[in-house]
C-alpha cells in the first residue's frame, strides 16, 4: 500500500523561528490534507492541497504532486503552535480512505 | 454551521463488552469515515460509509462494525472488546468523499479495563 512518510518526527524550536515540515508519499494521490492535531486529539484542518500552494497567516504549504511531497511552513512560531501535525493523502478514487504519515511532534519554546 | 459532532467523547468499557460510538457529519455531507489512533499504530482508517452503503473498509476484524443513517449520521459498534482496542475514535466527514476535504469530530477516547 502507499506509505506516508513525515519528517522530522520531533522538531524543538524556540518562538520566533521558522520551520518546515516534509510529506513524502509513494504513490499518485487526489488529495492532501494537513491537520494540526490539539491537545484534546481533534484534527484541525490547516490546509486540503492535492497540487500547488497555499497560504493562511503565518501558515503555508506546497505539494509538488510530480515529486510526490508536500512541504508545511510555519513562520514566527508561537507557543500555540505546539503539537502534532500530520499529513494524509487520498488515493482512493471513487472512496474517501485517508491514510495518514506517523505525525511530526512540534515544540515551541517561549 | 455545526461541525462534526461525536458521543460520547469518553467512555470506560470492560473487557468483553461491546461499544456503539456516534457520530454526526456536517450538514450536506454524505459520507462519513471512521478511524483509529493508537501510540503504536498511529491513524488507521475504519471504514467509509456514503449514502448508507459501506464504500470502503480498512484491515480490522470483524468485531469492528458500522452502518449509516438515511441522515448520514453513522455508528461504529465493537463487539467483545480487548485491551488493545483502547483509542481515540476519530470520525471525518467529506461531501461527497472521493478526495473532498475531510472534516474530523472531537474524538471519542475509549478505554477497555
Known amino acids: 500500500g502507499i506509505q506516508v512518510e513525515q519528517s522530522p518526527p520531533d522538531l524543538i524550536l524556540q518562538e520566533g523561528a521558522n520551520s518546515t515540515l516534509r510529506c513524502n508519499f509513494s504513490d499518485s494521490v487526489n488529495n492532501l490534507q494537513w491537520f494540526h492535531q490539539n491537545p484534546w486529539g481533534q484534527l484541525i484542518n490547516l490546509f486540503y492541497?492535492?497540487?500547488g500552494t497555499k497560504q493562511n497567516g503565518r501558515l503555508s504549504a506546497t505539494t509538488v504532486a510530480t515529486e510526490r511531497y508536500s512541504l508545511l511552513y510555519i513562520s514566527s512560531s508561537q507557543t500555540t503552535d505546539s503539537g502534532v501535525y500530520f499529513c494524509?493523502?487520498?488515493?482512493?478514487?471513487?472512496?474517501?480512505?485517508?491514510?495518514f504519515g506517523q505525525g511530526t511532534r512540534l515544540t515551541i519554546n517561549p | 454551521k455545526a461541525g462534526v459532532t461525536q458521543t460520547p467523547r469518553y467512555l470506560i468499557k470492560t473487557r468483553g463488552q461491546q461499544v456503539t460510538l456516534s457520530c454526526s457529519p456536517i450538514s450536506g455531507h454524505r459520507s462519513v469515515s471512521w478511524y483509529q489512533q493508537t501510540p503504536g499504530q498511529g491513524l488507521q482508517f475504519l471504514f467509509e460509509y456514503f449514502s448508507e452503503t459501506q464504500r470502503n473498509k480498512g484491515n480490522f476484524p470483524g468485531r469492528f462494525s458500522g452502518r449509516q443513517f438515511s441522515n448520514s449520521r453513522s455508528e461504529m459498534n465493537v463487539s467483545t472488546l480487548e485491551l488493545g482496542d483502547s483509542a481515540l475514535y476519530l470520525c471525518a466527514s467529506s461531501r461527497s468523499g472521493q478526495g473532498t476535504e475531510a472534516f474530523f469530530g472531537q474524538g471519542t477516547r475509549l478505554t477497555v479495563v
Open positions: 492541497i492535492p497540487s
Open positions: 494524509a493523502v487520498n488515493l482512493v478514487q471513487g472512496a474517501q480512505k485517508l491514510v
